[in-house]
């Protein structure tokens, strides 16, 4: 996705303008903010990105590097890399994936755009800038060929029902409507589906430590 793209969001019934482009090295410390903002304490600020990360991302794979701006504001963005995934062997962690965030095993010849981060700064969520940079990447994954858009989804409701069920029966749940969860309903909104669960991908309490592996095949796809 090269230049930008002009599209409305609404606030309640009212349209308001936003923009949808390429990040940049002048963004690098808003971004680092919005991350803030996004993941506050007890989350661990070296946990978001940083200024060597977002400098690969912008090097390595600019078409991966996507930020939303509303009324000029810079109010989220999304971050990718294109992966080599074998739905046959599926488990893997963020840290393996993404290199720590740093992306440098980014192959552009894989078959998979896999999103790395996704964040969008809390005041602006109401305006659904989450979807529309989801759907950006979609828009990558059809203009590259490529078989899929790839992601691991939090699960931040599981910890609440741990005890009662396991990690892929919660996952069930939630996808037939029993349950819902912030993270896994935002992304069946989105049109991704449940590949099934990874343990240990990433630290996170709330989930304890799961999430649901989910993607979005190209309907346009041919090998």
């Known amino acids: 996705m090269a230049g930008k793209t002009e599209v409305y969001v609404f606030d309640g019934d009212r349209p308001v303008p936003a923009v949808i482009r390429q990040y940049t090295e002048e963004d690098f410390t808003e971004l680092i903010r919005?991350?803030?903002?996004?993941?506050?304490?007890?989350?661990?600020?070296?946990m978001w990105w940083n200024e060597e990360q977002l400098r690969n991302h912008v090097r390595l794979f600019p078409e991966g590097a996507l930020c939303i701006e509303v009324e000029d504001v810079l109010a989220g963005?999304?971050?990718?890399?294109i992966v080599?995934?074998?739905?046959?062997h599926p488990g893997h962690t963020w840290s393996e994936i993404t290199d720590d965030g740093y992306i440098r095993n980014h192959q552009p010849d894989g078959n998979?755009?896999?999103?790395?981060?996704?964040?969008?700064?809390?005041?602006?969520?109401k305006l659904g800038l989450g979807k529309w940079l989801i759907q950006s990447l979609y828009h990558t994954v059809v203009h590259l060929g490529l078989e899929r858009l790839l992601g691991a989804g939090r699960m931040p409701g599981y910890g609440k029902v741990a005890d009662q069920m396991t990690a892929e029966q919660y996952l069930d749940a939630v996808v037939r409507g029993e349950l819902r969860d912030p993270v896994i309903t935002f992304l069946l909104r989105c049109g991704r589906t449940p590949l099934g669960v990874t343990a240990n991908y990433l630290e996170d309490e709330e989930s304890r430590n799961y999430a649901a592996l989910m993607e979005w095949k190209n309907p346009f796809y041919s090998k």
Not at 84 to 88: E, L, S, Y
């Open 77 to 81: 963005s999304v971050t990718g890399l």
């Open 34 to 46: 919005i991350q803030s903002e996004a993941f506050p304490p007890p989350y661990p600020p070296e």
């Open 112 to 125: 998979s755009l896999y999103v790395a981060d996704i964040c969008v700064r809390p005041r602006y969520r």
């Open 84 to 88: 080599q995934f074998d739905p046959a």
